[in-house]
């Protein structure tokens, strides 16, 4: 796993995130994404933006890398508080929004101030024991590295999907562009698989 199988948002740098170790960063993520999800309260979640929003700042992510990253997560964070609004109220919908792009930051801060590979390495090793259980760690570390890269991928398919739905003229309503969407996400893990499979990849 150490050659660069995977492309990311990576910057490099000298900065206190870069050259904190792989597993407190992933472990930070971890329970700050979890305390993000327990804490059900708007002040917190203003909170939880300045944090996100100061840990970038130290990492120096770029402007122009966060505006790219988090396009599609804006998107996805205002519809579903536009959810909370409706179902819930406006205090709901304004916590739902600020922790979608608090947790949407923070992943972005750990990948750009780590190399996925590293990631990855680091969970291979962590779960190296698992190997008694039967458990194969590169199997496991794989289907994470193929997550990580299918979501910037996914979410450009539905953009794509939606702007072409537009250019039709079919309007914004979502069965305009549901049906291909799906339908293009199916057919690029259909391409996926059987990349992997001519390379003998998931083979028992």
Do not use: C
Request: aromatic share 4%.
């Amino acid at each position: 796993m150490s050659t660069p199988l995977l492309l990311g948002v990576y910057q490099p740098g000298s900065t206190v995130l870069h050259r904190l170790p792989v597993w407190v960063k992933v472990l930070s993520l971890g329970a700050l994404s979890l305390t993000i999800v327990l804490v059900r309260d708007v002040r917190a979640a203003v909170g939880f933006l300045a944090l996100a929003l100061v840990l970038a700042a130290i990492g120096k992510v770029a402007l122009r890398t966060l505006a790219r990253s988090t396009r599609g997560i804006l998107v996805i964070a205002v519809i579903a508080s536009a959810l909370q609004w409706w179902a819930a109220g406006p205090d709901k919908a304004a916590e739902t929004l600020l922790d979608l792009i608090s947790l949407a930051l923070l992943a972005l801060t750990v990948t750009a101030t780590t190399l996925v590979n590293a990631i990855l390495d680091s969970l291979i090793r962590g779960i190296g024991p698992l190997r008694r259980v039967g458990v194969d760690p590169e199997r496991v570390a794989l289907t994470i590295g193929l997550a990580i890269q299918a979501i910037p991928g996914t979410v450009a398919l539905a953009l794509e999907t939606r702007d072409a739905a537009r250019a039709r003229g079919l309007g914004s309503h979502p069965r305009a562009y549901l049906t291909p969407f799906v339908i293009r996400v199916v057919a690029r893990a259909h391409e996926t698989g059987d990349a992997l499979a001519a390379r003998g990849i998931g083979d028992d």
